[in-house]
């Protein structure tokens, strides 16, 4: 199915902001565990360069992962899956290797231990089919290595036990996360089913705020002509030559509206000439009125100076939102969840901050939303 190939994360951004603190925490818990094992088994270590081989792997599997699983990086990537898999099988192949000829006891070998943490936390970023494939080839090397040194083990059983014994963490472990990680995505698609039945056709466009809005024009000019006038007994020149100038106004600006597109009246110094911006799907124009709202709203930009600018091809534009940051401010952290959101609406989200000027740069395909105009 579908929703199989696809991670929680992909599907429920703000999830995975979440979700990081517990990535840190799991990779912070399975290091100091490396490291008391390494200690305390010191006398079963043969040669001490693979110790520190695997024990330095695993610290790059570690850092990596959390690195990864940063908002500003979202969706977590499938290569960076890869690699921290790697490194992790990498960590248990030295430490195996560090024991070779001397390792008693399979039990207090950390490496299977850690890999089995780190697989536990990786439902929120890993659609449910990588991580079972990637907890079935960590088992087998895992198993296989024990089975090769079983003659070497201290207890008498058969080497089988031993294959067994340390890759059931890792079995354990990695099952769960796998079973999380498929009903986390059903329950999301399951949600968003009903959320979106009926669906609405579109976003109800922001209220107008320019000054030179037919609404405001009617509102500040025309009612109260028309208020006065009603309550005078008999109409001069003056009020008939005001009432076609009022009435010229009003149709011009009217007319001015019409051509103004949606984004135009949310950010006025808006720059749009393909009108790029009439042609964004439902979600991609409310991701932009949540920037705009979020950049107007933070005391760290000067809302006021915010400039958008669309442009592009036939089937790629690019909607650049720029706005004065307050110096002295920091909006990294609040950026996040935006950023992250955004990675799941627009083909690419990318920004940067150039001394005091914030960029945000949307990336989409105008084509996507043409059967719905």
Known sequence: MMGESRSAQELDPLGGITARLLVIIAVAVAYVVAVS???NTLDQISTPAFEVAALLSFGAAGVYYIRATSPFRAPFPRLAHAVVCALSLLAVLFNSLAQWGTNEVVRDDWAPV??????FTFGSYIPAREILACTLVSALLIGGLAYLQADTFAADVPAAVFAILPATPV?????????FASSLVRSI???????????????????VHATASHLVHLERQVLPFLQ???????????????????????????????????LMRLVHQTTDPQRYADRMTAAERGYVRAVVSHLRGSEAFKGDRMRLTLDGTRYEASCTIAVDRVAGSNPRVQLAPYIAVGRSVFDSVAWRLDGDILT???TFDPTANEEQQ
């Open 360 to 362: 945000v740069t949307l």
């Open 228 to 262: 006065r006038v009603s309550t005078e007994t008999e109409l001069t020149d003056d009020d008939g030559e005001r009432a076609r100038l009022l009435a010229r106004e009003l149709r011009t600006l009217m007319v001015l509206d019409a051509e103004r597109s949606w």
């Open 189 to 207: 698609l399951d949600w968003r089913a009903a959320a979106s039945a009926p669906a609405a056709a579109d976003i109800p466009e922001p209220p």
């Open 171 to 179: 079995l354990a472990c990695g099952l769960a996360a796998s079973v």
């Open 114 to 119: 850690t890999l089995a943490i780190l697989l």
């Open 37 to 39: 094992e390494s200690l």
